[in-house]
């Protein structure tokens, strides 16, 4: 895993060691933030399933002012601090762990112009996540949600949102949505 443009461009991260985790591959992470071109920069970005935090380096790469990555694992959360140190990232990259819930729940009331979501492609919770995003209000209006889903997994949206873009890459698709 490399970070592909930015401050960090070039730098290598740490992987995770094993399959439990799959990060956003180079081809797609360089995709996302095509479609997300001028958005980033001065934005305040969202990972709620952030792996191995290759997403929100990327972000802060690219310009964004804050990120808050959220993983439920000890061991992703352990990589997000290995590769936010290791390119030298500090206040500006909030880490919790905690479930998206949680998460959600103390973050309500901010607001993030960019949220990514990459929850495990078997995951059944995909509407809820969407739901509880609306629930508690921290899509910042204009602001895009961007979800990394298995193309064979119909993404079915809750009331409240519309469909931005979206983008098949073999078995991955990237589907962007704002608020309606």
């Known amino acids: ?44 970005f969202l990972d709620l399933f952030g792996g191995s935090g290759a997403m929100s380096v990327e972000a802060l790469s690219r310009g964004a002012r804050r990120t808050v990555t959220v993983d439920a694992s000890a061991e992703s959360i352990a990589l997000v601090k290995k590769n936010f140190q290791k390119v030298g990232i500090g206040k500006e990259g909030e880490i919790l762990f905690c479930s998206y819930d949680a998460a959600l729940n103390r973050l309500s009331g901010e607001k993030f112009d960019l949220i990514y979501l990459d929850p495990p492609y078997r995951a059944v919770f995909y509407e809820d996540v969407l739901q509880s995003i609306l629930s508690c209000g921290v899509l910042a209006p204009g602001g895009l949600l961007v979800f990394e889903h298995a193309t064979e997994r119909a993404l079915n949206l809750p009331e409240g949102y519309a469909l931005f873009d979206s983008r098949k890459y073999g078995s991955v698709t990237i589907t962007i949505l704002t608020l309606a």
């Open 1 to 44: 895993m490399r970070v592909i443009a930015g401050k960090y461009k070039g730098r290598t991260l740490f992987s995770p060691k094993d399959q439990a985790v799959r990060p956003t591959t180079d081809r797609i992470k360089e995709n996302v933030f095509n479609l997300l071109q001028g958005r980033t920069a001065g934005a305040c």
